[in-house]
């Protein structure tokens, strides 16, 4: 039976709001490319007119004001957005995080993570209340609920019993514009950053665990002076710059501040070469839904150090050395060994590239198109 699947990306402008928005934009990519007798449209705000539905897609720009607050973004998504998806007679709407919970069709989330449940101290007030709101509600109104992990899968049982029936776990993969570029020779040279240095990627949001990081750095740099540090990454909302602001300080407090570089937003051909020439990367997150840095980093064979926490060990696989993500210590520890030891960074590069065998974005689409065929059939 061929369906109507609607894709609800009202909430997103290119680019912007992290993983949760490549997972969709690659996710649709790959959609594309895949024989299905289903037609899709895709329901965006008008920044995102153009640039989420592949050529031959139906899209569908929903009147949301430029500049719009959240307020405005929810109306339209709860109020209007069920309206127009009527009336474009859509069997099936897949949406991230959030649905229009008194839509008439089938409905498909994906819920990412759980972090409004289980950090809400990490979340600016008004997305917490958003989502407490929200999020259980579009656990009920789901036919079929996607997420990223086991992990994840594990917590929204753990948090609404209720939805443990409907839960599929899916998968990310690196970004496919990321995955294409070849590191540039002189990428470093432009950025002015020397070698030896150990990277991290990601945003300045509080659970990302920065603050150990640095920590972990300083008692590495007493030993291996000819070591700095880049720190990948922009701050926009109002708590990131605020820490952003504090790990300022903390550099200058413990006197590493000319051997930790923050570069701000890079480009993503810049990103690969930093990939590419790091000695180790770091992901030292107190919590991730997925933690797609990781896959990024074992795509350009860097090999990895990264938290134990939450999801991180089951995407990174063989290919990463474990750590405490609460232990300095352990971490200063982990992060000298790989540098020093030619053998182990050949062994996890090695057992980096084979876990990305295990993460593709066809997979996802095909999970996607299965939980719409089967969340209508549930109807």
């Given at each position: 039976?061929?369906?109507?699947?609607?894709?609800?990306?009202?909430?997103?402008?290119?680019?912007?709001?992290?993983?949760?928005?490549?997972?969709?934009?690659?996710?649709?990519?790959?959609?594309?490319?895949?024989?299905?007798?289903?037609?899709?449209?895709?329901?965006?705000?008008?920044?995102?007119?153009?640039?989420?539905?592949?050529?031959?897609?139906?899209?569908?720009?929903?009147?949301?004001?430029?500049?719009?607050?959240?307020?405005?973004?929810?109306?339209?998504?709860?109020?209007?957005?069920?309206?127009?998806?009527?009336?474009?007679?859509?069997?099936?709407?897949?949406?991230?995080?959030?649905?229009?919970?008194?839509?008439?069709?089938?409905?498909?989330?994906?819920?990412?993570?759980?972090?409004?449940?289980?950090?809400?101290?990490?979340?600016?007030?008004?997305?917490?209340?958003?989502?407490?709101?929200?999020?259980?509600?579009?656990?009920?109104?789901?036919?079929?609920?996607?997420?990223?992990?086991?992990?994840?899968?594990?917590?929204?049982?753990?948090?609404?019993?209720?939805?443990?029936?409907?839960?599929?776990?899916?998968?990310?993969?690196?970004?496919?514009?990321?995955?294409?570029?070849?590191?540039?020779?002189?990428?470093?040279?432009?950025?002015?950053?020397?070698?030896?240095?150990?990277?991290?990627?990601?945003?300045?949001?509080?659970?990302?665990?920065?603050?150990?990081?640095?920590?972990?750095?300083?008692?590495?740099?007493?030993?291996?002076?000819?070591?700095?540090?880049?720190?990948?990454?922009?701050?926009?909302?109002?708590?990131?710059?605020?820490?952003?602001?504090?790990?300022?300080?903390?550099?200058?407090?413990?006197?590493?501040?000319?051997?930790?570089?923050?570069?701000?937003?890079?480009?993503?051909?810049?990103?690969?070469?930093?990939?590419g020439g790091a000695s180790v990367f770091v992901l030292p997150s107190l919590f991730e839904g997925f933690g797609l840095p990781v896959l990024e980093a074992q795509h350009f064979g860097c090999p990895v150090v990264c938290s134990s926490?939450?999801?991180?060990?089951?995407?990174?696989?063989?290919?990463?050395?474990?750590?405490?993500?609460?232990?300095?210590?352990?971490?200063?520890?982990?992060?000298?060994?790989?540098?020093?030891?030619?053998?182990?960074?050949k062994r996890l590069v090695d057992l980096g590239r084979a876990n990305l065998t295990r993460w593709t974005w066809e997979a996802a689409a095909r999970d996607v198109v299965a939980a719409c065929e089967d969340a209508v059939t549930r109807?």
């Amino acid at each position: 039976m061929a369906l109507t699947i609607g894709i609800n990306t009202l909430p997103y402008t290119p680019g912007g709001q992290g993983g949760a928005e490549v997972w969709l934009a690659n996710v649709l990519q790959a959609l594309a490319e895949q024989p299905t007798p289903h037609r899709f449209v895709v329901f965006c705000n008008p920044s995102g007119a153009g640039r989420y539905a592949p050529p031959g897609w139906g899209e569908v720009v929903v009147p949301v004001p430029v500049g719009a607050g959240r307020i405005a973004r929810v109306i339209a998504e709860q109020a209007l957005l069920p309206l127009v998806v009527a009336r474009r007679g859509v069997d099936c709407l897949f949406s991230n995080y959030v649905a229009p919970v008194l839509a008439s069709c089938a409905q498909v989330v994906n819920i990412h993570d759980m972090l409004f449940r289980v950090h809400p101290e990490y979340i600016e007030w008004a997305k917490l209340v958003y989502w407490r709101a929200l999020i259980p509600r579009t656990a009920r109104a789901a036919r079929v609920i996607l997420t990223d992990s086991r992990h994840s899968a594990r917590q929204i049982a753990r948090f609404m019993p209720h939805a443990a029936r409907k839960i599929r776990v899916t998968t990310a993969a690196v970004k496919r514009s990321l995955a294409s570029i070849t590191p540039a020779a002189d990428a470093l040279q432009r950025l002015g950053v020397r070698t030896p240095y150990v990277l991290s990627a990601g945003s300045f949001a509080r659970h990302k665990n920065m603050p150990r990081l640095i920590d972990a750095f300083g008692r590495l740099a007493t030993r291996r002076p000819d070591v700095s540090l880049v720190l990948i990454g922009s701050a926009s909302r109002p708590d990131s710059i605020a820490h952003m602001a504090r790990l300022r300080e903390q550099t200058r407090a413990t006197g590493l501040a000319e051997r930790i570089r923050f570069t701000g937003f890079v480009s993503e051909t810049d990103l690969a070469g930093l990939y590419g020439g790091a000695s180790v990367f770091v992901l030292p997150s107190l919590f991730e839904g997925f933690g797609l840095p990781v896959l990024e980093a074992q795509h350009f064979g860097c090999p990895v150090v990264c938290s134990s926490a939450a999801s991180l060990p089951e995407v990174a696989g063989d290919g990463a050395r474990l750590v405490d993500p609460r232990d300095s210590a352990a971490l200063a520890s982990a992060i000298e060994q790989v540098i020093a030891d030619d053998a182990e960074r050949k062994r996890l590069v090695d057992l980096g590239r084979a876990n990305l065998t295990r993460w593709t974005w066809e997979a996802a689409a095909r999970d996607v198109v299965a939980a719409c065929e089967d969340a209508v059939t549930r109807a």
